[in-house]
């Protein structure tokens, strides 16, 4: 399936696509590319506040926009890649099984499906600012990546290494 189509299939039924995923066997580049994917969107949806906080506080757009860009393209790929490392070590903890590639693929796949809601936030953020929609949106946000999320996690620990 197409990247957009298996991204609407995991609103769906998210088991369903860990698995087609897992069913490519191990692919650190695909897994590698969702994590970018997500980080390039996610500094994307930040653009739209940024700009309205330029305006509104009489910053400098630029230096906003390349501390973003470096949060987002540079340090969140290591921070993400720490997290499912600390999920897998603690998945071994309790229940040693499924793989740290499982674990990182569902933490990866669950950033990148959920991109549409992070780019409504970033729209919300700059046309609406601080608020309850913007609240609202974030817990959405929220809401389906747990959900995405922890179905891939159990889906992930029927993976054998």
Known sequence: MSLTKEISATYCEPAAVMRRLLAMGRREDVALAFLMGFCILSFIAQVPRLVRDSHLADDDFSLLIAGALMGSIIVLPFVLYLFA?????????????????????????????????????????????DGVILKIVGFVWLIFFLWFWLSMLGVSAEERS
């Open 85 to 129: 490392a600390m999920t897998h070590f603690v998945r071994k903890i309790f229940r040693k099984s499924g793989t740290g590639y499982g674990c990182r693929l569902a933490l990866f796949w669950s950033l990148l499906a959920t991109t549409p809601v992070v780019l409504m936030n970033g729209l919300v953020a700059g046309f609406l600012g």
